[in-house]
Nanobody, 121 residues
Framework: QVHLVESGGGLVQPGGSLRLSCAAS????????MGWYRQAPGKQRELVAG???????NYADSVLGRFTISRDNAKNTVYLQMNSLKPEDTAVYYC???????????????WGQGTQVTVSS
């Protein structure tokens, strides 16, 4: 089993910045892709940014140029630097990873518990 724990959420004014972190722990053989999703009230969960084990990244159009995803493979940790935040970025942000827990086992999807980000003046 892989456990993901997010941190770094909070309340910030429009134009401000936040940095989210997500650390994976547990029985980990290898972690492939990691990513951040978000879900605003009344809306579906959407991909914000993703990063492969090799460092290739992809972003939602709405955050391109403002958010940066990165990872530290030695620490099994993924980060999301969020700049120029807007009220529409308000949501619960979830960390996700695709991982294998032992040699020969299938790739499974894991989720964190979520961290609230609120952008408001």
């Amino acid at each position: 089993q892989v456990h993901l724990v997010e941190s770094g959420g909070g309340l910030v004014q429009p134009g401000g910045s936040l940095r989210l972190s997500c650390a994976a722990s547990g029985s980990i053989f290898i972690i492939y892709a990691m990513g951040w999703y978000r879900q605003a009230p009344g809306k579906q969960r959407e991909l914000v940014a993703g990063i492969t084990s090799g460092g290739s990244t992809n972003y939602a159009d709405s955050v391109l140029g403002r958010f940066t995803i990165s990872r530290d493979n030695a620490k099994n940790t993924v980060y999301l630097q969020m700049n120029s935040l807007k009220p529409e970025d308000t949501a619960v942000y979830y960390c996700n990873c695709n991982a294998v827990v032992s040699l020969g086992s299938a790739i499974s999807d894991y989720w964190g518990q979520g961290t609230q980000v609120t952008v408001s003046s």
